[in-house]
C-alpha cells in the first residue's frame, strides 16, 4: 500500500527530536504540505514557521546551526534552489554550517501547481555548491533513512523529496548509506540509473514488463546525486551494454552530465541515452499526463529500450 513519503520525513524527524535535543523544523507556509504538523504537535517549541519568505527561513537556519541546533529547512523545491539560493549558498555551505534544506515536489510531481512550482533545475544548481550533499529517496522507506543519515551527518545538504504516496520499493531493515545507490532490478542488456521516486517506480514497471520480452534491464536507484556512487557506475558500464540516464530534471548539469564526467575521467567509450527534461519548462497537469508529455513513464522507457 502506498504510504506517504512527506509523513514517513516527519516521522524520522519526530523520532531523531526524541533523542536529540538540537533537532528543529522549519517552514515557509508550507507546513501541511511538507507533513511537519506532526512534529509540531509533538515539539512546538522546536517548530518555527517563518511564513513566504524562504531566504529568511534558511539564513535563520543558518543561525540555528551556528548556534549548535541542527536545522530541517523545507519549502518547495523551485523556492529553495532559487529564492533561497544565495543564503543557502553563503551562509550555509561556503560557512560550513549544518543545515538540512528540503525541497519538495520535485520535477513533474509538483503536477497542478505548474511551471512556476516545477523545479527542473535544482539538481543542477545544487550540484555546483562545493561540498554539498544532495540526496533523493526513491520511497517511504529511503526517505526516513536519509532523513536520519542527514541528521547524523555534519554539514549542509539538499533532500529532493517527492511529499506524497508511494509503494514501498524496500524492506523496513534496509540499510543505506550517503553516496551509495543500489540495484533494485538485475539485468545485463540495458541499465537504466533512475533519480527520484517517481520515476525509479516507472523504471521497475518497464524493467518487468520487458522481462517478459526476453529483455533484461538493470535499474539503479541512484539515491544520492552527490557523491555519486562512482563504484557502482563503473561497474554497470563494464556489465551492461546500454545504459540509460533517467532523471525528473534537466538533463543538462544533472545525472547525465554526471555519469558522462565519471564515463570520461575513465575512458569508457559507451552510448548513453539521457531521459528527462530537455531545455523545457514545467506546465499544469496530472502527473500521469506530465510524465508521458517529457517521456518519462513506463512506455516510453519500454520504447527507447526496443529501439536500441
Same mark, same amino acid.
Given at each position: 500500500?502506498?504510504?506517504?513519503?512527506?509523513?514517513?520525513?516527519?516521522?524520522?524527524?519526530?523520532?531523531?527530536?526524541?533523542?536529540?535535543?538540537?533537532?528543529?523544523?522549519?517552514?515557509?507556509?508550507?507546513?501541511?504540505? %511538507?507533513?511537519?504538523?506532526?512534529?509540531?504537535?509533538?515539539? =512546538?517549541?522546536?517548530?518555527?514557521? #517563518? @511564513?513566504?519568505?524562504?531566504?529568511?527561513? #534558511? @539564513?535563520?537556519?543558518?543561525?540555528?546551526?551556528?548556534?549548535?541546533?541542527?536545522?530541517?529547512?523545507?519549502?518547495?523545491? %523551485?523556492?529553495?534552489?532559487?529564492?533561497?539560493?544565495?543564503?543557502?549558498? $553563503?551562509?550555509?555551505?561556503?560557512?560550513?554550517?549544518?543545515? /538540512?534544506?528540503?525541497?519538495?515536489?520535485?520535477?513533474?510531481?509538483?503536477?497542478?501547481?505548474?511551471?512556476?512550482?516545477? =523545479?527542473?533545475?535544482?539538481? @543542477? $544548481?545544487?550540484?555546483?555548491?562545493?561540498?554539498?550533499?544532495?540526496?533523493?529517496?526513491?520511497?517511504?522507506?529511503?526517505?526516513?533513512?536519509?532523513?536520519?543519515?542527514?541528521?547524523?551527518? !555534519?554539514?549542509?545538504?539538499?533532500?529532493?523529496?517527492?511529499?506524497?504516496?508511494?509503494?514501498?520499493?524496500?524492506?523496513?531493515?534496509?540499510?543505506?548509506?550517503?553516496?551509495?545507490?543500489?540495484?533494485?532490478?538485475?539485468?545485463?542488456?540495458?541499465?537504466?540509473?533512475?533519480?527520484?521516486?517517481?520515476?525509479?517506480?516507472?523504471?521497475?514497471?518497464?524493467?518487468?514488463?520487458?522481462?517478459?520480452?526476453?529483455?533484461?534491464?538493470?535499474?539503479?536507484?541512484?539515491?544520492?546525486?552527490?557523491?555519486?556512487?562512482?563504484?557502482?557506475?563503473?561497474?554497470?558500464?563494464?556489465?551492461?551494454? !546500454?545504459? $540509460?540516464?533517467?532523471?525528473?530534471?534537466? #538533463?543538462?548539469? @544533472?545525472?547525465?552530465?554526471?555519469?558522462?564526467?565519471?564515463?570520461?575521467?575513465?575512458?569508457?567509450? /559507451? !552510448?548513453?541515452?539521457?531521459?528527462?527534461?530537455?531545455?523545457?519548462?514545467?506546465?499544469?497537469?496530472?502527473?500521469?499526463?506530465?510524465?508521458?508529455?517529457?517521456?518519462?513513464?513506463?512506455?516510453?522507457?519500454?520504447?527507447?529500450?526496443?529501439?536500441?
Amino acid at each position: 500500500m502506498a504510504k506517504e513519503m512527506r509523513q514517513a520525513y516527519a516521522n524520522a524527524l519526530i523520532e531523531e527530536a526524541r533523542v536529540n535535543d538540537k533537532i528543529v523544523v522549519l517552514e515557509a507556509d508550507l507546513m501541511s504540505a %511538507t507533513g511537519t504538523k506532526t512534529f509540531k504537535s509533538e515539539f =512546538p517549541e522546536r517548530t518555527i514557521d #517563518v @511564513g513566504v519568505a524562504e531566504a529568511n527561513m #534558511v @539564513g535563520m537556519a543558518a543561525g540555528l546551526s551556528v548556534a549548535g541546533y541542527i536545522p530541517f529547512a523545507a519549502t518547495f523545491g %523551485t523556492f529553495a534552489a532559487r529564492r533561497a539560493l544565495d543564503q543557502f549558498f $553563503i551562509s550555509g555551505a561556503y560557512a560550513k554550517a549544518n543545515v /538540512k534544506l528540503v525541497g519538495t515536489d520535485p520535477g513533474v510531481t509538483a503536477a497542478f501547481n505548474g511551471g512556476t512550482h516545477m =523545479p527542473f533545475e535544482d539538481t @543542477g $544548481i545544487m550540484k555546483l555548491i562545493p561540498n554539498l550533499t544532495i540526496v533523493e529517496p526513491s520511497d517511504p522507506v529511503s526517505a526516513a533513512a536519509f532523513t536520519h543519515l542527514l541528521a547524523k551527518q !555534519y554539514g549542509c545538504a539538499y533532500m529532493r523529496l517527492h511529499r506524497k504516496g508511494m509503494d514501498d520499493i524496500y524492506s523496513e531493515n534496509e540499510t543505506f548509506e550517503i553516496g551509495k545507490s543500489k540495484i533494485v532490478r538485475n539485468g545485463n542488456d540495458v541499465c537504466i540509473f533512475a533519480l527520484g521516486a517517481v520515476l525509479v517506480h516507472e523504471a521497475i514497471k518497464a524493467a518487468d514488463e520487458l522481462k517478459k520480452e526476453g529483455i533484461n534491464v538493470r535499474v539503479v536507484d541512484v539515491l544520492t546525486l552527490k557523491p555519486l556512487d562512482k563504484e557502482m557506475i563503473l561497474k554497470c558500464a563494464k556489465e551492461c551494454a !546500454y545504459i $540509460i540516464t533517467l532523471e525528473n530534471n534537466q #538533463v543538462s548539469g @544533472g545525472l547525465y552530465s554526471s555519469v558522462l564526467e565519471i564515463f570520461n575521467e575513465n575512458h569508457i567509450t /559507451k !552510448y548513453v541515452t539521457a531521459m528527462g527534461i530537455h531545455d523545457e519548462f514545467g506546465q499544469v497537469g496530472t502527473l500521469d499526463y506530465l510524465l508521458k508529455n517529457y517521456a518519462l513513464d513506463k512506455d516510453s522507457i519500454m520504447e527507447v529500450i526496443r529501439n536500441f
